[in-house]
């Protein structure tokens, strides 16, 4: 116990301890000239008279991280769960929006790089578009995906989930083209011994040699689909999910909501991380130890 | 019966300076119960001639025999084992799982399957590490998992290219007993290749020596080594003196230049 507080937790402790450090003497340095100039001028002056006004502020530039927190507390805990001003559904709608997003990048990313890793034709025509579809700023054709999908008909999750794919797809083609290509040239001679068909040398050699690229693909997408659903709930028509809390907060100078949101959505990254990593631990346990 | 015949192999390889002859016009026929060992240093084409017979490599010229059929038919009717000179395990699946693959691409039911992998196993000592993973095992076993593979159909005809060249002298004399007890007890036939004039010798009947550039037969040496053999073998003057006639053998073709 002592040798792991010594070996992991100490250092990412000190670490954060002195961030916080830090984040507090930023707050000060930030919001005092505007908490100054609020100050009643009949009332008490001096240094702690500042760094109270500072505590108190209403909309301060940089909150502090305890403003933060009691920020999200309160949105959490003195909301009905159906509130829209409860973080905890506006994180659910993003959650199944890069969930979503994911599947629909992990399906198609892998479609592909089955088809570029079997096919010549995809392999020489496909890729340099693979590569060229990421050069593009999401941030850009975000609002105009969701325009077009919206007037084919497609509106709420659908288009939003569509830009995460957009997104998510791409870690998920370059891996698993890499992985699907993996297998040694004995183990594929092996396979042409027993006269196996390319199905077979599929799911029984190129698939499972590839699980090793798809887990580190993974956590790269799941990243990206987090960023992905932010800001596909950026453009105007998007009113739930955590990019809206965002936009509202900054519409509105409420800088404890959009710090709020930031929170929540990298606890949602982490979160999506921790269920690769208990997938991959799963996988790794029924081959013995090894992935 | 001969299982294999040929005659007048070619295969050459495209290189970028000037093609590389492979083989040239070898002959080889191997008769059902043999046991054909190919030697030769680096580069004379012994293991390209295997690839031929397990069509794995193209011939360029040539008639190639493998069953009565041509290579490529034996191959789809998987006429032959075959063990590389690397064990070529699956990491993920554990040896009893290795053993069983060509079984599930034979579509053998489940119970016949395990079965079939238990019997392999026990044949090359392996019972107890069935659960173990490639991984975790020597690369002396590992290259016994890989035999017993290569056994789990019950082919007539196995194929081995230097299964035993990365491994030390007392795992591999282990492994040639194993081998030699295979092939007595199985009656199969057997094209080894190999570097080692001790095992060329105490494993086969016929020992084929090949020379490089261009890779191609020099001498068939028959062994009348009595069929049955055990490691002092190697000691008997009966032994040096077919040791001493490859080794004088592969002196003609230059092999030692």
Sequence with gaps: MTDF?????????????????????????????????LMDPDGPQGFWAVVQAVWSMDRPVLPTPDEIAGNLFDSIFNNPITSPRNFLLQTFYTAQT???????????????????????VLDRSVMPWVIGSQTIPILAIAPMVMVALGNIGFTGLAPKAAIVGYLSFFPITVGMVKGLRSPEPMQLDLMRTYNASGAEIFTKLRWPVSMSFLFPALKVA???????????ELPTGATVGLGARLLAGSYYGQTCMMWGALVLASVLALTLIGAVRVAEFWLRQARGGRL | MNVIEAEKLNIVFAAADRPVV???????????????SLIGPSGCGKTTLLRAIADLTALTSG??????????????NRAYGYVFQAPALFPWRNVKRNVMLPLELLKMDVSAREQRAAENLE????????????????????????????????????????PFGALDEITRDNLNLHVHE?????????????????????????????????????????SGLPASRALELRETPEFIAIAHEVREALREGHSYD
């Design chain 2, 63 to 76: 008639t190639l025999r493998v069953n009565g059929m041509s290579a490529d038919e034996a191959r789809r």
């Design chain 2, 22 to 36: 492979a083989l040239q016009d070898v002959d080889l026929t191997v008769a059902a119960g043999d046991f054909v």
């Design chain 1, 222 to 232: 799941v990243a990206l689909s987090v960023t992905g659903a932010i800001v596909a």
């Design chain 1, 98 to 120: 890069a969930i979503a997003g994911l599947a629909l990048g992990g399906v198609f990313g892998t479609a592909l790089a089955i088809g570029i890793v079997h096919s010549r």
């Design chain 2, 123 to 162: 044949l090359l000592g392996l019972s107890e590490f069935g659960r173990k993973f490639p991984w975790q095992l020597s690369g002396g076993m590992q290259q016994r998992v890989s035999i017993a593979r290569a056994l789990s159909f019950k082919p007539s005809l196995l194929l081995m290219d230097e």
């Design chain 1, 5 to 37: 507080f010594r070996a992991r937790a100490l250092p990412v402790l000190s670490v954060t301890l002195v961030l916080l450090a830090a984040w507090y003497v930023a707050a000060y340095c930030l919001n005092a000239p505007q908490a100054e100039a």
């Design chain 2, 182 to 222: 295979l092939w007595r007890r199985t009656g199969m036939t057997c094209v080894f290749v190999t570097h080692s004039i001790p095992e060329a010798v105490f494993l086969s009947t016929r020992i084929v020596v090949m020379s490089p550039r261009p890779g191609r037969v020099l001498k068939v040496i028959e």
